[in-house]
């Protein structure tokens, strides 16, 4: 102790802090606790008097100038506060609310070598990131490891759901629920229970210009931040002066608690578009299932998908039903043969020869349909940058304003060119990738295009600063269902809701209605029932849905289809109000610019009864809620399509008892009809 006293004195001139450092929520409920003893840099923090996380170091280590970590010594500290209310111009809500307490503190070496980390603590969880200002001797800097650790005290007690990291399918894994001891390599969200209760995630906020983080568990209970890496090992590459994206750790005392919870768009940076006004949301159909089905085929020949005659007839369907738009896969030239393969040769410009893009969005126009563009680059990405102004510059011309991008390539295939000529192969998550995501999205955005990302970086709130980039995949999808081995089970939804949706939107592709189109025998098919598939467009966020199924089927099914021609995808409110991990989840979400409520129930492979009390409804309002619920007899094996429709006058504090079969669920619209006199 006489040594740490004398090094700060003789550093710091008497600046020298006290042992441990405090900051609490603004609710008072959470508690943070930075220091420097002992193990050097780290922080906890407690929630009343449970602890959340236990001592966790914090540090760097660089390749040229070793780690800031251990030798460095607590010398300064700023604390501000924060409560604003900031307007999304699309999303879960319309208004939210940003209260937050900030402690800055500044760590220090002997060599006057410093950083800094800016803790963020809100009622529901902390962010902290990275601060390395420019100082002398520091230029250039390569990161080999963030040395960030999340430390549990009873991993063995504490359940977790999660998916491996750094592996060939990127994020499309089943999430696996075990004891936190279980974990090796996961990517984020992931998402904990604690023995006494409380529920954690932790993921992270604002990556730009960076590498994603996962988690690596060492000893049991202590998951340190691993970076994935460039080709060459280093993790980042970059100068003093940057700083790192947030760590978010969300707490909440119930699991409904975290679905709530708007701590990842707080912690990004406003809007930097200007005037967004042209992102829309809205849904739209396509021809993708079929191809997934196996009845067309991306490439060309007898069965192409993608022709002049069949987009037509989509979008004559999309006319008179209502939809945004019509999103057309295997247009251009690239994709016969094996087109996972193909990065190098696909032209973005230049369609198939029975596919007139002029003529196709001519008539589009015509009917107030728009043609969604589609661009596969399978992780070529050089080439897609080579052509990228061209062919965004082409969508413009033609008034094409979505464009769904995709990467598929297994993990570490993503393949680039350097300044060389030399191939390199990067990670879909690696800072190479980060750049190159976001660098899609602000060229679309200087033409008025919004991005719709597959085989994505995770999503970290990055739509609240380029609010273009408007939905993303990231997860198992839909497909899955038609090929899968095996296909989503019945708990992969609600798996979804409660890690992977806790990052931001997702363009899942709900709204099978054939939902064993190789009969209820055969292993590829979809293990929801008709209700489930209608509840996910509420349950589900995204602010562009898909009704992914072929329009036949929707035609023989024309009243279940009439919640997905009603339920909208931009919202005034949304709320969580019951829901366990893994089980099942309720939501109810209010539409924007509107008096009506939609409602969302699902579960997994256990029928419930779900008590559900309508206290979110305004008062002295009366409403119709039309019902679409499972039948008596629904079961997602046997007998999906049991499907009852109903309708009932309902006001607030009514209650209603939800009741789901075996991998089902429960659709509402609560429309509004008067006053109550």
Known sequence: MLVRLLLLLALFSGLGQAAGLTLTSPDGQLRLTVSDEDIGPHYQLHRQKQTVLAPSRLGLAFKKHGRFAENFLLVEEARQSNDTRWEQPWGERRVVRDR??????????????????????????????????????????????ELTEFVFEQPGRTDSWWIPSRGWNRYEYLYRQTPMSELDRVHTPVTFRLPQGEHVTLHEAALVDYAAMTLDQRRDGVLKANLTPWYDGIKVHTQAGFHSPWRTVQVGRKAIDLLNSDLILNLNEPNKLGDVSWVKP?????????????????????????????????????????????????????????????????????????????????????????????????????????????????????????????????????????????????????????????????????????????????????????????????????????????????????????TRMLSGPMDFTPGIFNLAYEGLEAENRVQTTLAKQLALYVVLYSPIQMAADLPEHYLQRLDAFQFILDVPTDWEQSLAIAGEVGDYVVFARQQRGSQDWYLGAITDELAREIPVSLDFLPAGQVFEAQIYRDGENADWLTNPYDLVIERKSVRQGDKLTLELATSGGVAIRFKALRGDQ
């Open 100 to 145: 937050h307490n900030e402690l800055l503190v500044t760590f220090k070496d002997e060599d006057k070598r410093w950083f800094r980390v800016r803790f963020r603590l809100f009622d529901d969880g902390m962010g902290f990131r990275y601060e390395v200002p420019e100082q002398p001797g520091l230029d250039r800097l390569a990161v080999t490891e």
């Open 282 to 498: 809205g849904k739209y159909i396509g021809i993708w299932w079929e191809m997934h089905l196996g009845t067309h085929t991306w490439g060309s020949g007898p069965q192409h998908g993608a022709t002049t005659a069949r987009t037509r007839q989509y979008m004559d369907f999309a006319a008179r039903y209502g939809f945004d738009g019509v999103l057309v896969e295997g247009w251009n030239i690239g994709w016969d043969g094996s087109w996972f393969h193909n990065g190098d040769v696909f032209s973005f410009t230049q369609p198939y020869p029975d596919f007139d893009i002029e003529a196709v969005t001519e008539y589009g126009a015509g009917i107030g349909v728009k043609l969604i563009g589609h661009h596969e680059t399978s992780g070529s990405v050089t080439n897609y940058r080579r052509q990228m102004e061209e062919a965004y510059d082409l969508y413009a011309r033609l008034g094409v304003s979505q464009i769904k991008t995709g990467y598929v390539a297994d993990g570490g295939d993503i393949k680039r060119v350097d300044e060389q000529g030399i191939v390199r192969q990067e990670w879909h998550d690696g800072q190479f990738m980060v750049g190159e995501y976001l660098h899609s999205v602000k060229e679309a955005a200087k033409r008025k295009i919004s991005i719709n990302t597959h085989e994505p970086v995770k999503d970290t709130g990055l739509r609240r600063t380029y609010p273009n980039w408007i939905s993303r995949e990231g997860a198992r999808g839909q497909e899955f269902n038609a090929w899968g081995s095996p296909p989503n089970p019945p708990e992969h939804t609600v798996n979804l809701v409660y």
